[in-house]
Structures are given as C-alpha cells and as structure tokens.
T-cell receptor
Framework: ETGVTQTPRHLVMGMTNKKSLKCEQH?????MYWYKQSAKKPLELMFV???????ENNSVPSRFSPECPNSSHLFLHLHTLQPEDSALYLC?????????????FGQGTRLTVV | KNEVEQSPQNLTAQEGEFITINCSYS?????LHWLQQHPGGGIVSLFM???GKKKHGRLIATINIQEKHSSLHITASHPRDSAVYIC?????????????FGKGTHLIIQP
C-alpha cells in the first residue's frame, strides 16, 4: 500500500460510454499526476496538477479530461474512447518539484475499450 | 530529451541466483529511480539515488554518474521478486513530472 488509491481497478467500456477514473491520496502531497502505460511502451506522462492547477498537458486528446477538485483527489473523465486507449492508467502524487522528493504511485486502473 | 535504455528486457532465472539489471541514459541527471511493478499493475519505488550505492535488504542499487549507468542487483533471488523493474531518470528538481522512464525489465524467478 503506497498511500495512493485508484478506483476502479479494472474497467471495460464501450466507445460511446462515459466513465471516470478516481485517484485519492492522503500523504499531504500537493502535486498529482496521470500516467498511461501501454503494452511494451514506457510510462507516458499525461497530466500534471500542482496545487490543483493543471501545469502540464502532454498533447493528450480531448477525449481525456482531468479534474482536480482539491490536492487530495484527481479524476480522469473518459468519453468516446478508442480501442487504442486500452492501457493501464496510473496516478501518482508527490511534493511539487522538491529536490529529493519521491513519487508514490497507485495500483492503476486497467482500462479496456471495446 | 533523455534516452533511457534497460537491459535485459526479459530475464528468467532460478531461485537463489544473483540478478543484475542495467540502466543507461544519455543526458546528465539529478536523480535516478528504480521502480518495481507487480502483475497487478501498481508501482512501488525501490530506490532513488543520485550517486554511489544504496542497499535495502537483498536489493542493491548503484549509479555511476560519469558513465551514465546504473545497476540494480538482487541477491538470493526468490519467486516473489518476479516483477517488472523500471528505471526512471529526472533532469532536475523532484516529484513525478520530468521523469523519463525505461521500458522495464521483466524478471521471472523460477522455484
């Protein structure tokens, strides 16, 4: 248990569905992140939130919409996804850019788009 | 942009063997992370190091800044060590943005 909790753990959705992934941390961190991990590829950073403000969006398609209502919660809203969006979505949290700080990752949500 | 290469990509060994996983990167860094990912998907940080060597139980991580290379060693390997081991580097600061990840080394320890 790393202190970062993601729900659901597994999700199967159709291309016309709308769903949301949730991430929660109670580690007192002020930065939260969404990563995508596709088969045979390195982790890719999708979104970064620092003190609830989005600071980075790595050219992610608009069918992925993040929301950070407070520094402890992070959502990823999904709509009209494509089969190639099937992947493991990982949430992480840390202190924002403090030298020597580590990132803590959640268990991930295994998403399958059918 | 930093290029992170891990070797081997896949490794199968017998219980008790000494395991070495290598990571090399192309541009100077402020820190290197070794992460462990179990089949369920969750990632756990094993080490964060910027110089020298760190040891935690049966795990040892070393880094050579001049050669831009790091190794993760597992002594007396056990089937529960079976996982994907990921190397990640960052240029400056701390946290989880600015990290460049390797593709991972898939380790299987057979009883």
């Amino acid at each position: 248990e790393t202190g970062v909790t993601q729900t659901p753990r597994h999700l199967v959705m159709g291309m016309t569905n709308k769903k949301s992934l949730k991430c929660e941390q109670h580690l007192g961190h002020n930065a939260m992140y969404w990563y995508k991990q596709s088969a045979k590829k390195p982790l890719e950073l999708m979104f970064v939130y620092n003190f609830k403000e989005q600071t980075e969006n790595n050219s992610v398609p608009s069918r992925f919409s993040p929301e950070c209502p407070n520094s402890s919660h992070l959502f990823l809203h999904l709509h009209t996804l494509q089969p190639e969006d099937s992947a493991l979505y990982l949430c992480a949290s840390s202190q924002w850019r403090r030298e020597g700080t580590e990132a803590f990752f959640g268990q991930g949500t295994r998403l399958t788009v059918v | 942009k930093n290029e992170v290469e891990q070797s081997p990509q896949n490794l199968t060994a017998q219980e008790g063997e000494f395991i070495t996983i290598n990571c090399s990167y192309s541009v100077g860094i402020s820190a290197l992370h070794w992460l462990q990912q179990h089949p369920g998907g969750g990632i756990v940080s094993l080490f964060m190091l910027s110089s020298g060597k760190k040891k935690h139980g049966r795990l040892i991580a070393t880094i050579n800044i001049q050669e831009k290379h790091s190794s993760l060693h597992i002594t007396a390997s056990h089937p529960r060590d079976s996982a994907v081991y990921i190397c990640a580097v960052r240029g400056s600061g701390g946290g989880a943005d600015g990290l460049t990840f390797g593709k991972g080394t898939h380790l299987i320890i057979q009883p």
